[in-house]
């Protein structure tokens, strides 16, 4: 069983940083991709950014220069920088993993969510 686990949210005031953290575990060999998903109230989930297995990352165009991934493929992490925070980036986030399993299947697996709140 595959278990992500979140951490680092919190609230900051605009301008702010905060770093979040994530750690996938279990009957794991890789991963093809770990990411996060962001989902403010009354909004659907939307694509933050995301880091493949050979380190190519990918931003939402609202975040790109503020926001950093980077991911650890040896202990199946993911991290996310983001400075110059905004009210707007308000939301919990959710980290994403599409796990490479022992037998060499993938599926993707999601964490509960942190919640990151940026006050104007």
């Known amino acids: 069983q595959v278990q992500l686990a979140e951490s680092g949210g919190g609230l900051v005031q605009a301008g702010g940083s905060l770093r979040l953290s994530c750690a996938a575990s279990?009957?794991?060999?890789?991963?093809?991709?770990m990411g996060w998903y962001r989902q403010a109230p009354g909004k659907q989930r939307e694509l933050v950014a995301f880091v493949t297995r050979g380190g190519t990352t990918t931003y939402a165009d609202s975040v790109k220069g503020r926001f950093t991934i980077s991911g650890d493929n040896t202990k199946n992490t993911v991290s996310l920088q983001m400075d110059s925070l905004k009210p707007e980036d308000t939301g919990v986030y959710y980290c994403?993993?599409?796990?490479?399993?022992?037998?060499?299947?993938?599926?993707?697996?999601w964490g509960r969510g942190t919640q990151v709140t940026v006050s104007s």
């Open positions: 279990g009957s794991i060999f890789t991963y093809n991709r």
């Open positions: 994403n993993a599409n796990v490479v399993y022992l037998s060499l299947q993938s599926a993707d697996h």
